[in-house]
């Protein structure tokens, strides 16, 4: 009996530790892109460049994905998040030249921070196991995914906002899966749970900052 209570308290101590590097990473990955931003904005960098380095992060994904159990790893992925904040600068730019451009950009990072810490939050507390949202978030993804490329060709602006709207609720979905992962032990390694919270922030901020465009452009 006591080696069972010794292995749970084991296993919670690991928990914490890989919830605690998690947030300490995630942290310093946001607040590094948010420079990699601001220098690609004073650089005035153009949209095919944001488009270069979009395509070279996720490459680097995939080296993050396996450099993720060695020490090289955190490299990785701050090349990965640096090279995807710095992406961001021409869309940034693109907004900041609106008559209220600044205010919606501040609206998008409020917004962004207020649903992933309600959600990470409701996930730390409840601790209810979020698991069974994989497979519709999955079948969402895809869905989304194929709507976003036919929309390449249609170009149809209610399809767009309907796709940036989508997103944003897969996102979210994803915090509370993720999050649920790493309280349950589905995720022990912080990296792979850094970039993957990481990216479901990314994805919520860009595509909040798209609807408000939209909605609010024209104040």
């Not at 084991?10 to 590094?32: F, P």
């Not at 153009?46 to 159990?69: E, W």
Request: aromatic residues 10%; glycine residues 10%.
């Amino acid at each position: 009996m006591q080696s069972i209570n010794t292995a749970s308290q084991s296993s919670s101590i690991e928990i914490n530790k890989v919830l605690k590097n998690t947030y300490m990473l995630l942290g310093m990955t946001l607040a590094w892109s948010a420079v990699c931003a601001g220098i690609s904005m004073a650089m005035n960098l153009p949209h095919m460049a944001a488009l270069v380095m979009t395509i070279v992060a996720f490459v680097l994904l995939f080296v993050v994905n396996k450099q993720a159990d060695k020490a090289s790893g955190i490299f990785w992925i701050f090349a990965f998040t640096g090279l995807l904040g710095a992406s961001l600068g021409p869309i940034l730019n693109v907004y900041a030249g609106l008559p209220n451009g600044g205010s919606l950009i501040m609206q998008a990072l409020g917004g962004t921070a207020l649903i992933f810490f309600s959600l990470s939050a409701y996930a730390l507390t409840s601790k209810k196991d979020f698991s069974f949202m994989g497979g519709f978030l999955m079948v969402g993804l895809i869905v989304v995914l194929v709507a976003s490329i036919a929309n390449i060709f249609f170009q149809v602006p209610a399809i767009s906002l309907a796709t940036s709207a989508a997103i944003i609720m897969i996102m979210s979905g994803l915090i509370l899966f993720d999050t649920s992962r790493i309280i349950h032990g589905g995720e022990t390694n912080y990296i792979r749970a850094t970039v993957s919270l990481y990216l479901n922030i990314y994805n919520i901020f860009v595509n909040l900052l798209q609807l408000l465009g939209v909605f609010g452009g024209d104040d």
